[in-house]
């Protein structure tokens, strides 16, 4: 993906948060930037600016790695809450201690570990090398995903199965969209299935409801 690319998609992105927001306001002061900062492993600064319509600073790939390396280093604790020390990142990474000590302050690790490496802190694909409108795009997909919900509370059922059936509507017979129908205002309930009007008959098809 070119940079123009990444910053296309952050753009629309940006657009719908705004939508399923309300409109109103600064992103950067509606989200939670400091959360935004970790998962996207941008800084906060980074991503305020880009959650205005600004744009990052271009970085080399190398600096991307060596500045997320060091964020995993300060954020990522052992389960006993202590930092990994660079002897932990270079066993994970498959490397000699002087090697890693080496990629934390210059050069770049082969792609082979660092794909180990983000395995080891459990983050996703191109995580240490995505560039930053790329990265946050990615970190906002979830936000964007629950507010869009709470907005809309349909946007749950637009599945492809969901789609396919509403598409097949004009062929059913009345008497089986009745049913589907009902069946439909049945399971989404908030008291769940088998509480509705009609559940006697059972679903769609006049089986047991319960």
Same mark, same amino acid.
């Given at each position: /993906?070119?940079?123009?690319?990444?910053?296309?998609?952050?753009?629309?992105?940006?657009?719908?948060?705004?939508?399923?927001?309300?409109?109103? @306001?600064?992103?950067?002061?509606?989200?939670?930037?400091?959360?935004?900062?970790?998962?996207?492993?941008?800084?906060?600064?980074?991503?305020?600016?880009?959650?205005? @319509?600004?744009?990052?600073? $271009?970085?080399?790939?190398?600096?991307?790695?060596?500045?997320?390396?060091?964020?995993? =280093?300060?954020?990522?604790?052992?389960?006993?809450?202590?930092?990994?020390?660079?002897?932990? &990142?270079?066993?994970?990474?498959?490397?000699?201690?002087?090697? /890693?000590?080496? #990629?934390?302050?210059?050069?770049?690790?082969?792609?082979?570990?660092?794909?180990? &490496?983000?395995?080891?802190?459990?983050?996703?694909?191109?995580?240490?090398?995505?560039? $930053?409108?790329?990265? &946050?795009?990615?970190?906002?997909?979830?936000?964007?995903?629950?507010? $869009?919900?709470?907005?809309?509370?349909?946007?749950?059922?637009?599945?492809?199965?969901?789609?396919? &059936?509403?598409?097949?509507?004009?062929?059913?017979?009345?008497?089986?969209?009745?049913?589907?129908?009902? #069946?439909?205002?049945?399971?989404? =309930?908030?008291?769940?299935?088998?509480?509705?009007?009609?559940? $006697?008959?059972?679903?769609?098809?006049?089986?047991?409801?319960?």
């Amino acid at each position: /993906m070119t940079a123009e690319d990444a910053y296309a998609r952050l753009g629309e992105t940006l657009e719908r948060l705004a939508h399923a927001a309300g409109g109103s @306001g600064r992103l950067a002061d509606a989200l939670d930037v400091d959360d935004l900062s970790l998962r996207a492993g941008v800084p906060e600064g980074i991503v305020r600016a880009l959650l205005d @319509g600004g744009r990052a600073d $271009e970085t080399s790939v190398a600096e991307r790695v060596r500045q997320r390396l060091e964020l995993l =280093r300060r954020t990522r604790r052992r389960p006993d809450g202590r930092r990994y020390s660079v002897e932990e &990142l270079a066993a994970s990474a498959g490397v000699s201690r002087q090697t /890693m000590s080496d #990629w934390l302050t210059k050069g770049v690790p082969s792609l082979e570990s660092a794909d180990r &490496l983000r395995r080891f802190f459990a983050q996703p694909p191109g995580f240490l090398t995505a560039d $930053e409108p790329e990265a &946050l795009d990615e970190a906002l997909q979830p936000v964007l995903r629950g507010l $869009e919900a709470e907005s809309d509370p349909l946007a749950a059922l637009r599945t492809p199965e969901i789609l396919r &059936l509403a598409a097949r509507a004009p062929h059913v017979l009345p008497d089986a969209l009745s049913s589907l129908s009902r #069946w439909a205002d049945m399971i989404t =309930r908030p008291d769940g299935p088998g509480t509705g009007p009609g559940c $006697e008959g059972g679903g769609p098809t006049g089986g047991d409801c319960r």
